[in-house]
């Protein structure tokens, strides 16, 4: 059972910012791609952007400009920099993690953002 453990969700006002970090244990698998999630009540989960191991990015088209993810390799971690945010973006965050080996996908157990003034 890999556990990856979820931090920096909370209530924000519109405009505002959020870090979101998500780390691995640092003694399993070389994880592939990283990335973050979301899921907004009634609605599906979708994605919100990924970064492989090697650092390319891609991001859902709501989000560009306005945040940024990242990865700290030899921490097994990866951030969601999350600026100028909106009402919108209020969800449930999840990152996950792509066993280089088996591209078996690892989930978080989610964080809330709640973005309202």
């Known amino acids: 059972q890999v556990q990856l453990v979820e931090s920096g969700g909370g209530l924000v006002q519109p405009g505002g910012s959020l870090r979101l970090s998500c780390a691995a244990p640092?003694?399993?698998?070389?994880?592939?791609?990283m990335g973050w999630y979301r899921q907004a009540p009634g609605k599906q989960r979708e994605a919100v952007a990924t970064i492989t191991r090697g650092g390319a990015t891609n991001y859902a088209d709501s989000v560009k400009g306005r945040f940024t993810i990242s990865r700290d390799n030899a921490k097994n971690t990866v951030y969601l920099q999350m600026n100028s945010l909106k009402p919108e973006d209020t969800a449930v965050y999840y990152c996950?993690?792509?066993?280089?080996?088996?591209?078996?996908?690892?989930w978080g157990q989610g964080t809330q953002v709640t973005v309202s003034s």
């Open positions: 996950n993690v792509e066993s280089a080996a088996t591209r078996y996908v690892y």
């Open positions: 640092r003694n399993i698998f070389t994880i592939n791609a």
